[in-house]
């Protein structure tokens, strides 16, 4: 009941209609039920889709640019699922209404100003997994340094309201700026690489085309088991 009368709020604060709905409790595989979490699906509509921000890195040289705040928030993560054996407890990330309201605002006059050559929300898996993601896409490296603090935070923790982006180093100031005018929070953490490598400076260095064999075989291995 909490989770639908926090979506009430979101959809309230957000400005998001629901045109309709589905219950499904029972979709269990064998003995394994599903996640007691609601699955929204939100459509979006681009007036014009030339400003369209795809989620590949796309020029080698690009800066790679954080936005928003990362807190400890490692509950309910696929971090911990995957490190905690499918456990999932503890709190969810905080809610950050306004935030998201800010982060829209910017991608959309980024957008509209078309300073942005991508960008990639960090929900599900965190910075790591978006970053990764945004290079298999492109079929381009990275270099990046996280910034202070845990490791493990910083890589893997779904705080909301963030994104990564990449855009051309001469647009940095002014992008900059825009995100400063609507109080988003921005981290300079590097740069696309033409190196077939994901790079985490002073920690690890992962080669793109394992890692990328690993994402992909995902559900073929699943299957087989």
Not at 21 to 41: A, E, K, R
Not at 79 to 95: C, K, S
Not at 127 to 142: D, P, W
Not at 183 to 212: H, N
């Amino acid at each position: 009941a909490e989770a639908i009368l926090g979506l009430v709020d979101a959809c309230r604060e957000l400005g998001i209609p629901v045109t309709g709905g589905n219950v499904s409790l029972y979709n269990q595989t064998g003995d394994d039920p599903i996640l007691p979490t609601p699955t929204v699906g939100v459509l979006g509509v681009i007036d014009d889709v030339a400003t369209r921000i795809p989620a590949a890195f796309a020029h080698t040289g690009d800066a790679i640019v954080l936005l928003g705040e990362t807190a400890e928030e490692l509950s309910g993560s696929i971090w911990e699922a995957a490190v905690h054996d499918g456990h999932l407890g503890g709190l969810p990330p905080v809610v950050k209404l306004q935030a998201e309201m800010a982060m829209a605002r910017v991608m959309g006059e980024a957008a509209r100003r078309r300073l942005l050559s991508s960008a990639h929300d960090l929900s599900e898996g965190g910075l790591a997994v978006a970053l990764a993601e945004s290079a298999f896409r492109g079929g381009k490296g990275f270099a990046v340094t996280l910034p202070e603090g845990d490791p493990t935070v910083e890589l893997f923790a779904e705080s909301a309201a963030r994104a990564i982006v990449s855009l051309s180093g001469a647009e940095v100031g002014e992008f900059e700026a825009l995100c400063a005018e609507h109080g988003v929070t921005s981290t300079r953490l590097g740069e696309v690489t033409g190196d077939p490598e994901m790079e985490f400076v002073g920690l690890f260095t992962v080669p793109l085309d394992d890692a990328e064999q690993a994402w992909r075989d995902t559900l073929p291995n699943a299957l087989e088991r």
